[in-house]
């Protein structure tokens, strides 16, 4: 009974193709959220949605849209994949937005572009 | 600029040992401050996090933390570490006006026997 799923785990594509990486969570949360570590580990957050309405969208190519068809998953589509996005993606959940909520984090899907 | 300073990068300890993270943030606005954890390949875990009320703050697997707010600092110990806790970990802070939780570089502790 995994929380926060992701699919695929590790994803290995050439330049120029298109991808998609899926979440799913389990918690009955209402906030969802998009996360990139880079080869340092640096953590920045993409994009957030609260009850599928996109409330967090950071400086990130248009490449990039999220997609968030229920409260329970939110997707990430990348067109175009360039050499620089290859880095961990991370999903995560909360209950509202206040801040005051504890996130939880899927596994991470391993993104690597040649 | 508005943001979370891990002031160390790499801290090796011996098992047993005590273990302290340093933490360091810097906002205009009130924040609400979370220790994270990240066990090789694996996602991130909450230890811990300050909202309001006590600044001692006691999370999991032994870990607490305490918020300074005069030296705007939220430092991570524990008196006696495991193997087990070898793993990257991330300081981070939510403002009150953005809601965003912005992430320190990460601290990587290895545990030697």
């Known amino acids: 009974d995994t929380a926060v799923s992701q699919t695929p785990k590790y994803l290995v594509t050439q330049m120029g193709n298109d991808k998609s990486i899926k979440c799913e969570q389990n918690?009955?949360?209402?906030?969802m959220y998009w996360y990139k570590q880079d080869s340092k580990k640096f953590l920045k957050i993409m994009f957030s949605y609260n009850n599928k309405e996109l409330i967090i969208n950071e400086t990130v190519p248009n490449r990039f849209s999220p997609k968030s068809p229920d409260k329970a998953h939110l997707n990430l589509h990348i067109n175009s994949l360039e050499l620089g996005d290859s880095a961990v993606y991370f999903c995560?959940?909360?209950?509202?937005?206040?801040?005051?909520?504890?996130?939880?984090f899927g596994p991470g899907t391993r993104l690597l572009v040649l | 600029a508005q943001s979370v300073t891990q002031l160390d990068s790499q801290v090796p300890v011996f098992e047993e040992a005590p273990v302290e993270l340093r933490c360091n943030y810097s906002?205009?606005?009130?924040?609400?401050l979370f220790w994270y954890v990240q066990y090789p390949n694996q996602g991130l875990q909450l230890l811990l996090k300050?909202?309001?009320?006590?600044?001692l703050v006691k999370g999991i697997n032994g870990f607490e933390a305490e918020f300074n707010k005069s030296q705007t600092s939220f430092h991570l110990r524990k008196p006696s570490v495991h193997i087990s806790d070898t793993a990257e970990y991330f300081c981070?802070?939510?403002?009150?006006?953005?809601?965003?939780?912005?992430f320190g570089a990460g601290t990587t502790v290895t545990v030697r026997a």
């Open positions: 981070a802070f939510i403002r009150s006006n953005d809601y965003k939780l912005s």
């Open positions: 300050y909202l309001s009320g006590s600044t």
């Open positions: 995560a959940s909360s209950q509202g937005v206040t801040g005051e909520e504890t996130q939880y």
């Open positions: 906002s205009s606005v009130s924040v609400y």
């Open positions: 918690l009955g949360h209402d906030t």
